[in-house]
């Protein structure tokens, strides 16, 4: 079974033309399209966010300012000081507990019940010897085992608690002894407030499609409404930040609010799908003018395939005979000017110019190179070389001038290895000696005013590599880093080391470094001697564009050369 791009191959050109026209015009409508799309979800989430955001601020701000006003008036009636007396009194008669009842308590209650609506019932737990009065008065003995009383008791400042299951909500605190002195009473002052009213807020936002949770310090949900039974458990938005939840593979999107006056937490969700829904009409649109544009590219390709085409393949059927073969010596003419003629003229010329660079430019440049290397390496006359350099040595011996002595071997060590006995190819480990005994040299000249670090894994030491690549990166250091740098110790570091199938060499100096702009065109500048472009052509000639230098330098920073070549282990001979 042939393959998509097999078919197109076998197609006509004219219904390639065709074809692509259709593709070239339907991608960029459907980028478009997708593109218009994302972005119209996005602002519609981005603008429902916002929304639900303001809308939960409200509503949470009411409840808050409810929950301030009872707070105000818990702290009113608890520092009240008829109430406060009536509260911490060891009574010794029915009398004086019913004339407490009739002219403080119970007058006390009823006006701040009846100036406030949202208050169910105020009731005082006393812990003295009172008797039951209504729901206004009771021992605090009865609520000993409710899970909220000792959090009331050990806290100073006003609680609130609120029970889902039987719909109540209501603030508890402590009221304080008195000031004569005396073993103050365990008294609790509870302030019930009517459920429906205080979450009116919270049910309202319910008309927008939404769920909501109120949970409080601890993670208790103590108030809920959702519009639906598959909704996401409070423990599923409370493990994730603001901005959205997945629960059963439906995306949540989900705002927070405080409400600073009982520590707790609202928290608003809504499904994505209801908020993007809005955006249907516009994939609508979208595949309608992608139909209008099919039908119109339609017309249209069928109008120029028909004018281009004729005139191609004419040219096909000159061309056909010669380019099929291989042969590169292909010779077609026209006497047209029109773009077929000169597409003609120019396939000619094409086929000309790459005989021209296959037969001489790309040969003559590898030739180029080796000779250059072959010239600068027969510069010197090794046998000559190595005689003087000998005639130094035992010279400096016989006076005693190890440094001179030093010297020469060291001399005679660098030219040994760079002269390579004229090969094009070395070692690695030849290759670290040259560079070795360069920079041993080196710092000699330069009274050991720099050091140098080597950091070589001696398993690449056995693989070849071409002559000369590190020397002129390891020179480079010297001369434009450390001589350059105005104060502190110079420092070089080599690095050898292999990666998978290449080996990795990396030559950094802390010296004056360089900016991006002459980074950039380092490896194109022709400094006239044998640099870094040079190595670069050499490496990338031999190895492959793959290989190379790489530059990392910043001003007053220091320089890092980075040379990739490949693992080989290529015959010495060459």
């Given at each position: 079974?042939?393959?998509?791009?097999?078919?197109?191959?076998?197609?006509?050109?004219?219904?390639?033309?065709?074809?692509?026209?259709?593709?070239?015009?339907?991608?960029?409508?459907?980028i478009?399209?997708?593109?218009?799309?994302?972005?119209?979800t996005?602002?519609?989430l981005?603008?429902?966010?916002?929304?639900?955001q303001?809308?939960?601020?409200?509503?949470?701000?009411?409840?808050?300012?409810q929950?301030?006003?009872?707070?105000?008036l818990?702290?009113?009636?608890?520092?009240?000081?008829?109430?406060?007396?009536?509260?911490?009194?060891?009574?010794?008669?029915?009398?004086?507990?019913?004339?407490?009842?009739?002219?403080?308590?119970?007058?006390?209650?009823?006006?701040?019940k009846?100036?406030?609506?949202?208050?169910?019932?105020?009731t005082?737990?006393?812990g003295?010897?009172?008797?039951?009065?209504?729901?206004?008065?009771?021992?605090i003995?009865e609520i000993?085992?409710?899970?909220?009383?000792?959090?009331?008791?050990?806290s100073?400042?006003?609680?609130?608690?609120?029970?889902?299951?039987?719909?109540?909500?209501?603030?508890?605190?402590?009221?304080?002894?008195?000031?004569?002195?005396?073993?103050s009473?365990?008294?609790?002052?509870?302030?019930?407030?009517?459920?429906?009213?205080?979450?009116?807020?919270?049910?309202?936002?319910?008309?927008?499609q939404?769920?909501?949770?109120?949970?409080?310090?601890?993670?208790?949900?103590?108030f809920?409404?959702y519009?639906?039974?598959?909704?996401?458990?409070?423990?599923?938005?409370?493990q994730?930040?603001?901005?959205?939840v997945s629960?059963?593979?439906?995306?949540?999107?989900?705002?927070?609010?405080?409400?600073?006056?009982?520590?707790?937490?609202?928290i608003?969700?809504?499904?994505?799908?209801?908020?993007?829904?809005?955006?249907?009409?516009?994939v609508?649109?979208?595949?309608?003018?992608?139909?209008?544009?099919?039908?119109?590219?339609?017309?249209?390709?069928?109008?120029?395939?028909?004018?281009?085409?004729?005139?191609?393949?004419k040219?096909?059927?000159?061309?056909?005979?010669?380019?099929?073969?291989?042969?590169?010596?292909?010779?077609?003419?026209?006497?047209?000017?029109?773009?077929?003629?000169?597409?003609?003229?120019?396939?000619?010329?094409?086929?000309?110019?790459?005989?021209?660079?296959?037969?001489e430019?790309?040969?003559?440049?590898?030739?180029?190179?080796?000779?250059?290397l072959?010239?600068l390496?027969?510069?010197?006359?090794?046998?000559?070389l190595?005689?003087?350099?000998?005639?130094?040595?035992?010279?400096a011996?016989?006076?005693?001038?190890?440094?001179?002595?030093?010297?020469?071997?060291?001399l005679?060590?660098?030219?040994?290895?760079?002269?390579?006995?004229?090969?094009?190819?070395?070692?690695?480990?030849?290759?670290?000696?040259n560079?070795?005994?360069?920079?041993?040299?080196?710092?000699?000249?330069?009274?050991?005013?720099?050091?140098?670090?080597?950091?070589?894994?001696?398993?690449?030491?056995?693989?070849?590599?071409?002559?000369?690549?590190?020397?002129?990166?390891?020179?480079?250091?010297?001369?434009?880093?450390?001589?350059?740098?105005?104060?502190?110790?110079?420092?070089?570091?080599?690095?050898?080391?292999?990666?998978?199938?290449?080996i990795?060499f990396?030559?950094?100096?802390?010296?004056?470094?360089m900016?991006?702009?002459?980074?950039?065109?380092?490896?194109?500048?022709?400094?006239?001697?044998?640099?870094?472009?040079?190595?670069?052509?050499?490496?990338?000639?031999?190895?492959?564009?793959?290989?190379?230098?790489?530059?990392?330098?910043?001003?007053?920073?220091?320089?890092?050369?980075?040379?990739?070549?490949?693992?080989?282990?290529?015959?010495?001979?060459?």
């Amino acid at each position: 079974m042939k393959s998509i791009l097999g078919i197109f191959k076998d197609l006509k050109f004219r219904k390639k033309i065709l074809l692509s026209y259709l593709l070239v015009s339907i991608v960029p409508i459907s980028i478009l399209g997708i593109f218009c799309y994302q972005q119209t979800t996005a602002l519609l989430l981005s603008q429902e966010k916002t929304n639900l955001q303001t809308s939960l601020q409200q509503a949470c701000g009411a409840i808050n300012n409810q929950l301030e006003i009872y707070n105000s008036l818990s702290d009113y009636l608890a520092f009240d000081a008829d109430l406060m007396e009536a509260a911490n009194r060891t009574y010794n008669s029915y009398l004086e507990l019913y004339d407490v009842y009739t002219n403080t308590i119970t007058p006390t209650f009823l006006a701040m019940k009846n100036l406030h609506d949202g208050v169910d019932h105020i009731t005082l737990y006393s812990g003295t010897n009172v008797e039951p009065h209504g729901d206004m008065v009771l021992p605090i003995a009865e609520i000993h085992d409710e899970p909220w009383f000792d959090q009331a008791m050990d806290s100073a400042r006003i609680n609130w608690f609120c029970d889902e299951t039987a719909q109540t909500v209501f603030s508890a605190r402590r009221i304080p002894g008195l000031a004569d002195g005396k073993e103050s009473k365990k008294n609790l002052l509870c302030i019930a407030l009517n459920y429906d009213t205080l979450f009116q807020s919270c049910q309202e936002l319910l008309q927008n499609q939404c769920g909501i949770y109120l949970v409080d310090a601890e993670q208790t949900v103590l108030f809920q409404q959702y519009n639906s039974d598959e909704e996401p458990p409070a423990v599923s938005l409370l493990q994730n930040g603001e901005g959205s939840v997945s629960w059963k593979q439906t995306e949540y999107a989900m705002i927070r609010a405080d409400i600073p006056a009982c520590g707790w937490q609202a928290i608003l969700y809504k499904p994505t799908h209801l908020i993007t829904d809005a955006a249907s009409p516009i994939v609508l649109t979208v595949l309608c003018m992608i139909c209008i544009c099919l039908v119109v590219i339609l017309l249209m390709g069928g109008l120029l395939s028909r004018a281009v085409v004729s005139r191609i393949e004419k040219l096909r059927k000159n061309m056909q005979q010669v380019v099929e073969t291989g042969n590169m010596t292909v010779f077609v003419n026209s006497r047209s000017r029109d773009e077929v003629g000169d597409l003609i003229r120019s396939f000619q010329k094409m086929i000309a110019r790459i005989n021209l660079l296959i037969n001489e430019v790309y040969k003559e440049k590898l030739a180029q190179k080796e000779a250059e290397l072959k010239a600068l390496q027969a510069q010197i006359n090794p046998h000559f070389l190595y005689n003087c350099l000998s005639l130094i040595n035992w010279r400096a011996i016989r006076s005693d001038a190890a440094d001179i002595s030093e010297i020469a071997q060291l001399l005679s060590s660098f030219y040994r290895t760079t002269l390579n006995k004229g090969k094009n190819l070395t070692s690695v480990e030849n290759e670290l000696r040259n560079i070795r005994s360069y920079l041993d040299i080196q710092l000699i000249m330069h009274s050991h005013q720099f050091i140098v670090h080597y950091e070589i894994d001696d398993r690449i030491y056995p693989y070849t590599m071409l002559n000369l690549l590190l020397q002129p990166l390891v020179e480079n250091a010297v001369i434009h880093g450390i001589d350059q740098k105005p104060g502190g110790t110079g420092c070089i570091r080599i690095v050898g080391r292999q990666e998978k199938n290449a080996i990795i060499f990396q030559v950094e100096d802390n010296g004056v470094g360089m900016d991006a702009a002459v980074v950039s065109h380092l490896l194109e500048k022709d400094t006239g001697g044998y640099g870094l472009r040079n190595v670069q052509e050499r490496i990338q000639l031999y190895y492959g564009k793959e290989y190379g230098l790489f530059i990392q330098s910043a001003p007053n920073c220091g320089t890092t050369i980075t040379l990739t070549i490949p693992a080989r282990t290529d015959s010495l001979g060459s």
